[in-house]
């Protein structure tokens, strides 16, 4: 006799895209995931930045030294999401604030490029690219963080 199918809810038979990148279906840890991702990115951008700030100035077409400070920023800024995203439970008012420096270096890159640097082709099409890639570590955040903050018994 065929073995009778357990019933199953809806939330375990299918993954939220959310559930799939971050490989968890765990609010907590979407959210440490997704935090620990932007730490690593933006920490090895900065230190990119630092350590070749002369030539990748020259390729993306921008000036070596706000290249060096913004490496130098960026590296500090990496490390300590690093830190948030290795809480067990991250901060909410640090978390928001990792997204509102996401946001907020999203809109100042768009800006930047459209009013004040002078790019090359290949900086032309960097510049809008990590934008909306902090945007997208912004999204995925923002999206985490409220799902921990609708599981019962949990506050966010």
Do not use: H
Request: net charge positive; hydrophobic share 60%; glycine share 8%.
């Amino acid at each position: 006799m065929p073995a009778m199918p357990t019933p199953t809810s809806s939330a375990t038979t299918s993954a939220s895209p959310l559930a799939v990148l971050a490989r968890s279906s765990e609010p907590a840890t979407m959210l440490r995931r997704f935090l620990a991702l932007d730490a690593v990115v933006t920490t090895a951008n900065g230190l990119a930045y630092v350590a070749a700030s002369g030539p990748i100035g020259r390729l993306l077409g921008v000036d070596a030294g706000l290249l060096l400070a913004l490496g130098v920023f960026l590296a500090v800024f990496g490390a300590a999401v690093g830190v948030i995203a290795g809480r067990g439970r991250p901060p909410v008012l640090a978390v928001r604030a990792v997204i509102e420096a996401n946001l907020l270096w999203t809109a100042l890159s768009l800006i930047a490029l459209a009013v004040w640097l002078s790019p090359t082709t290949a900086g032309a099409v960097w510049v809008p690219l990590q934008a909306l890639t902090v945007a997208g570590f912004a999204g995925l955040q923002y999206a985490a963080l409220r799902m921990l903050s609708a599981v019962p018994g949990l506050r966010a």
